[in-house]
């Protein structure tokens, strides 16, 4: 009983860990997603100005 | 310059959440009835608050929208359900964890959690509707006015199901609620610290929106060229 | 007054376009008649047993018979951009909203009213003594279910995905009025009068109404912007 009990405090307090993990993962991705394409438009935009 | 103002406000969160966790697993005693697996609560309780808070701030940004038409609100809306939905989930997932122990079950279709659950299916569903529109004025007018419907459900919910039998405790902070005074403080200490990780989590997706709508503008004007 | 006649051109227009085709009353009524028949081949339920969950049973079966019907009431507007026609006309948005939510009402009526007599027969239930107030239980339902519907209808006509989205938010949000709706009806097939049922006759009726005002409410945004 004891041991299961302990055992579930860590589950409980890990899950809540990982879930927000998991989203600050996702939200790392996608902000490194979004760089990228800013970085690709904006140098798409700065050639064409160039070549005008 | 903004992206150094969030990583110290999410540092700082995350830092003051484990300080906390030190004072929950070292300095306070296993409850008398349920052993250690309590400590759960001192994730579980200020995590509904902030997902609580999150929701408010959502309702009250999606009717700015509708009045302003100014897409920022629309962004906060986004930002702060997106957080309250992460929120949930953890209250869901830690107290099904607890129950599991202090329970003996993982589910239990009373008041609470049915009204917890509809909640977080609710606003699954308006992230999943965000994902369907691409267009960014309908998508916020849209959005908007089903924010205001899922926030109108929820009360509605929680008296539905109130007169069924209620298995989770009733509220341990104040009234008669007979929590330890230490223990309460560490529920509260560990509120704001998960609100400063909430914010950091609200201010980097409010950047991605803008950062988005750049993108956007940009993208109109390779293909104008 | 004008609002009125507006409502009743588009429920006319409505209700007769689609007795001429039939295309969405058809696909509900087979459906919901084939899942009846269905659960009742594959479980042989007692009497006692049916009793207990003839009221999930039916509303899930028109919950989702509705669905067939719903998905059309805007999507039929779209060829020819009859949609955009309706709302430059000078019919108020609500008015278009009302008779279409009314012209639903109608046709799930009908659906339902061919459901109670297979209902009846195939899992040997008599509830003909409880005519009346049946009638008043669904009928309260079915607003709920089509008043809910039709918004959320329009709040994703023009989107990707628009046949996920609808069941998707509608099944969450109608939560509390189906769960009313099916402890009534269990209620009154077991021989109960309506009166000891009476705080989930209020509720129902209540969000009947909030529902009702929301959707008047918001159907404009939604539609004109």
């Known amino acids: 009983m004891d041991q299961r009990n302990i055992e579930f405090m860590f589950y409980g307090l890990a899950s809540a860990w990982v879930i927000l993990g998991v989203y600050a993962l996702t939200l790392l991705t996608r902000e490194r997603k979004i760089d990228a394409e800013l970085k690709r438009l904006r140098g798409l935009v700065e050639n064409r100005e160039e070549t005008k | 310059m903004r992206k150094s103002i969030i990583i110290l406000i999410a540092l700082l969160g995350v830092g003051w959440v484990v300080w906390n966790l030190h004072t929950v697993l070292l300095q306070l005693p296993d409850d008398a009835d349920q052993g250690p697996v309590y400590r759960i609560m001192f994730f579980h309780i200020p995590a509904w608050f902030s997902a609580g808070i999150a929701v408010f701030i959502a309702l009250g940004s999606s009717i700015g929208y509708l009045i302003t038409k100014n897409l920022k609100y629309d962004a906060v809306a986004l930002a702060t359900t997106e957080a309250a939905v992460a929120f949930l989930t953890i209250g869901l997932v830690t107290g099904s964890i607890w129950g599991r122990i202090s329970w003996g079950i993982w589910w239990t279709w009373d008041a609470r959690l049915t009204s917890a659950l509809v909640c977080w299916l609710l606003y699954a569903g308006y992230l999943v509707l965000r994902t369907a529109i691409e267009e960014p004025s309908q998508r916020a007018r849209i959005s908007a006015v089903l924010q205001i419907f899922a926030f109108a459900d929820i009360p509605i919910v929680w008296y539905s199901i109130e007169w069924f039998r209620t298995q989770h405790p009733g509220p341990v902070l104040r009234g008669s609620g007979e929590m330890d005074g230490a223990m309460k403080a560490a529920v509260y200490a560990n509120w704001p610290a998960l609100m400063l990780v909430a914010a950091a989590f609200v201010l980097l997706r409010l950047r991605q929106e803008e950062v988005k709508r750049e993108i956007d503008s940009l993208r109109r004007i390779v293909h104008a060229g | ?225």
């Open chain 3, 1 to 225: 007054m004008t609002f009125w006649r507006h409502t009743w051109t588009v429920l006319t227009k409505d209700l007769r376009a689609e007795l001429r085709t039939k295309e969405a009353v058809n696909a509900s009524f087979s459906f919901a008649i084939t899942i009846l028949l269905l659960i009742s081949f594959a479980f042989d339920p007692t009497e006692e047993m049916t009793r207990e969950f003839s009221g999930g049973l039916l509303w899930i079966v028109f919950a989702f018979a509705a669905v067939l019907i719903l998905n059309r009431s805007y999507a039929r507007e779209l060829p020819n951009d009859c949609l955009d026609a309706l709302i430059a006309s000078p019919a108020p948005a609500s008015a278009i909203f009302l008779g279409k939510a009314l012209s639903n009402l109608f046709l799930l009526l009908a659906v339902e009213a061919v459901c109670f007599p297979v209902f009846g027969i195939f899992y040997n239930v008599r509830w003909i003594g409880q005519f009346w107030p049946l009638l008043l239980v669904v009928v309260l339902g079915t607003w709920g279910l089509t008043v809910v519907g039709t918004m959320f209808s329009a709040l994703t006509v023009n989107i990707r995905l628009r046949e996920v989205m609808l069941p998707l938010l509608l099944y969450t949000t109608m939560i509390p009025g189906l769960l009313a709706s099916m402890q009534l009806t269990v209620h009154l097939l077991a021989g109960e009068p309506l009166s000891t049922a009476f705080v989930w006759l209020r509720f129902l009726i209540g969000f009947d109404v909030i529902f009702t005002a929301l959707a008047l409410t918001f159907v404009d945004t939604v539609l004109v912007g």
